[in-house]
């Protein structure tokens, strides 16, 4: 596609369910980053893909957070059972690969945990 | 650790005027990548201007410029003839090469008719 998409826009959940978070990169780019936004905390990193692999996981905040992408394209950010301190916006984006290109963003995904 | 700070929470601007959005980082690399990103309400993150470190010339992009002071580990970001449409939250980011983007906390900016 034209850009980089994510699903679904918005998402409402109760504490304790799980939920699945969708990215889907710009045709081609290689790497892929997830970011979460919150109030108070800014952006932060959560977690970084090189095609299937994912070299840096530093930022995933617990255990419950886990991701992965497959065929180097896709990629799934999966938060078990969510607790209320998980409600932000959650952001992806994609570059061409290995030096510094130019991350560009998607429109986020806004998670509330009720 | 590499930290960038905005000091600005909130800063306001009159149409056609010019504004500067402060921004200081810390690091102790020599190769990075300083970035300032707008946010408009649709979530949208936009790339403004990016500039690499080794660069002495300072990045401009249309109404957009930057002063790099790279001693002085200051990157702040000048808006020239100030239009409605750039009301956002600005961003100010800094990078490694192969990186994560480490942001600051934003400076929300609104232009006044």
């Known amino acids: 596609g034209a850009g980089v998409s994510q699903s679904p826009s918005n998402k409402v959940t109760e504490k304790g369910k799980d939920v699945e978070l969708r990215c889907d990169p710009i045709?081609?780019?290689?790497?892929l980053y997830w970011y979460r936004q919150s109030l108070g905390q800014g952006l932060e990193f959560l977690i970084y893909?090189?095609?299937?692999?994912?070299p840096d996981k530093s930022g995933l905040p617990s255990d419950r957070f886990s991701a992965e992408r497959t065929g180097g394209s896709v990629s799934t950010l999966t938060i078990q059972r969510t607790q209320q301190e998980d409600s932000a916006v959650y952001l992806c984006?994609?570059?061409w690969g290995w030096g510094m290109k130019t991350q560009y963003f998607g429109p986020g995904t806004r998670l509330l945990v009720l | 650790a590499q930290t960038v700070t905005q000091s600005q929470p909130e800063m306001s601007v009159q149409e056609a005027e010019t504004v500067t959005l402060s921004c200081t980082y810390d690091?102790?690399?020599?190769?990075?990548?300083l970035f300032w990103y707008k946010q408009p309400p649709s979530r949208q993150m936009i790339l403004v201007i990016r500039?690499?470190?080794?660069?002495?010339q300072n990045a401009t992009e249309n109404r957009f410029s930057v002063n790099f002071q790279k001693a002085a580990k200051s990157f702040s970001l000048k808006i020239s003839d100030s239009q409605l449409g750039d009301a956002a939250m600005y961003f100010c980011?800094?990078?490694?090469?192969?990186?994560?983007?480490?942001f600051g906390k934003g400076t929300r900016l609104h232009i006044l008719p």
């Open positions: 045709s081609g780019h290689t790497a």
């Open positions: 500039q690499e470190a080794y660069k002495q």
């Open positions: 893909f090189q095609g299937n692999s994912a």
């Open positions: 690091t102790s690399e020599s190769d990075y990548y």
């Open positions: 984006a994609s570059s």
């Open positions: 980011a800094y990078s490694r090469r192969d990186d994560k983007i480490i």
